[in-house]
């Protein structure tokens, strides 16, 4: 099995990383720090895989194309893409930079499209959160960039032969989360990276299409069909401390 996984580096992406080594499988790991990247591939070495670390920032586009063309000299067809990588971009929306909008929506949606369009995989896992469904204040474009991805799997489902999985992960221990838990000065509750990277793999390999690991998800996802509108009370009500969490 070859796989390639962005944002594979640290957290998440380096932990369905290690999943997918023990089970024997060749990964291309994708990622904009180069000692991060060697690092995983290390692990991944030592868990049984093989491992070929690429550096690109998916905010490029045209390090994303270059990224394509590497790929396709080597392999014929990639049996699947894990878009785990994203850029948060969150905070107060009249005031996000404009380089930083262009950034996230290149590399949360542009990338994930492209790379699958030059690729054409056998199978594609992408990577949620509980804002592709659920849209929190101060995170209204990582918001944006999740439900499109979401929506363009389900439709790429719909159209294509390619297997299409969504995975909806808790919140857990890496950079992104621990920066976020800082700047609201709360404390909560975070899963192992490993932890989640082994359920999310083992499921995807016992052939589920959608995966939801948190039980606070479901209950969310669960609100937000059956009583949109108390779900938008709650959130009005915690609008600011919501937008400070999500300003990391």
């Known amino acids: 099995m070859v796989v390639l996984i962005t944002g594979a580096g640290t957290g998440l992406g380096q932990a369905m990383a290690l999943a997918l080594a023990k089970r024997g499988a060749t990964i291309i790991l994708v990622g904009r720090r180069p ?3 060697a690092h995983s591939a290390g692990l991944i070495t030592q868990a049984g895989g093989q491992a070929w670390p690429i550096v690109c920032d998916l905010s490029d586009q045209q390090a994303v194309e270059t990224l394509a063309n590497q790929i396709k000299h080597r392999y014929l067809q990639l049996d699947l893409i894990i878009h785990n990588a994203a ?3 969150g905070g ?7 380089q930083n909008i262009l950034a996230a929506i290149n590399a949360n949606l542009v990338a994930p499209i492209w790379l699958t369009r030059q690729l054409l995989p056998k199978a594609i896992l992408i990577v949620g959160s509980t804002v592709s469904r659920v849209a929190m204040p101060g995170a209204s474009l990582y918001s944006l960039s999740k439900a499109a991805l979401e929506a363009w799997g389900l439709a ?8 299409v999985v969504r995975a909806y992960p ?18 909560f509750p975070l899963a192992e990276p490993n932890h989640v ?7 995807y390999l016992a052939g589920e299409t959608e995966i939801i690991l948190s039980i606070n998800d479901r209950l969310l996802f669960w609100l937000q069909r059956y009583s949109p509108k108390l779900l938008q009370a709650l959130l009005k009500r915690y609008h ?3 937008i400070k969490l999500w300003s990391a």
Not at 197 to 203: C, L
Request: overall charge positive; hydrophobic content about 45%; proline content about 4%.
């Open 87 to 89: 850029i948060l971009a």
């Open 240 to 242: 600011r401390q919501l």
């Open 35 to 37: 000692e991060k990247l």
């Open 197 to 203: 990277g082994e359920h999310i793999i083992r499921h």
């Open 92 to 98: 107060v929306f009249e005031q996000l930079p404009e």
């Open 156 to 163: 790429l489902a719909a159209e294509t032969t390619i297997r």
């Open 170 to 187: 808790p919140a857990s221990k890496t950079a992104m989360t621990a920066a976020m838990a800082k700047q609201s000065g709360h404390r």
